[in-house]
């Protein structure tokens, strides 16, 4: 199997990064327009780094868009004589919907829509995913990749944008709760290293709590709420505070942006 990324941005690396951990494909090309700054890949067998949108298009099976948005038209042009029904084309383009691929390009070609996050440097990306109609029967290859690197569920393309505020956003949600509480634990004392060692592996032992039973939090956090303890006095001034009511608000402001960008 041979993939091109096409826009070596942020996303595009780290998924060529989880791709090269994954060793999933025999050819990985991978496209920027300054490829200057992708050298720490250059050593890398059968990895191939170029400004040539067309050439890796040319000789790939499966092509991921990483672009912005804005270069999406131009780019899909430049390639579309080049696009074989064959192929399986991927867009993680957020607030790019399949529709308006289609409009470019037609409806012969598969096309997978994909919301993954910059987790999959590390194989750990939750993927959201759909399909136009002739991409249906390349849903099972997109999940087999995007299980490689990380987890994926199909959802339906109406989703989409809620799936970039949880799982793409959500990325930065975390990481700003996760540097809320360092800040904390730095005032009670704890060395900066320490502190996040001892937050991210708690919050990784959270989640897997609610991923490996099926209890839902609140039934997780009784366990942990001791009458008069530390737990709920903490919880109830967090609440005091706004926190369940900031993280909804911000949720839907994400939402209602991206809904925005999807429609323009
Ligand atoms: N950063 C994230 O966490 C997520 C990003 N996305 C989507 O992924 C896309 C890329 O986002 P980022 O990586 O953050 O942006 P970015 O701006 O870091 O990456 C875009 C890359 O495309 C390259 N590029 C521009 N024109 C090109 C051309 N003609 N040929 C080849 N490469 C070209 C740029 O040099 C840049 O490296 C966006 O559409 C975004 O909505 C989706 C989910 C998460
Ligand atoms: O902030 C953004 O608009 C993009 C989509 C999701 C993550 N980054």
Redesign the pocket.
Known sequence: MKIAI?????????IAKGIINSKITETLYI????IK?LQELDTLDNVFLT?D?REAVKNSDIVI?????A??Q??IL?CKDLFKEEQTLIS?????NIHKIEDIIGDNLSIIQA????AISVNQSMTCICSNKKGKEKINLAQNIFNQLGYSIEVPEEQMQAA?VIC??G??FWMRLIHAQTQGAIELGLEPKEAVDMITHTCIGAARLLISGNNHPEQEIDKVTTPGGCTIAGLNEMEHQGLSSSIIKGLLASYNKISKIAKN
Do not use: C, Y
Request: glycine share 10%.
């Open positions: 096409i826009g070596a941005g942020n996303l595009g690396l780290a496209t920027k327009r300054n700054t400004s949108n868009f990483a672009i912005q948005p270069h999406m131009e780019i430049d993680v383009v957020a607030g790019f919301m993954p996050n910059t970039t793409s956003s990325i930065a």
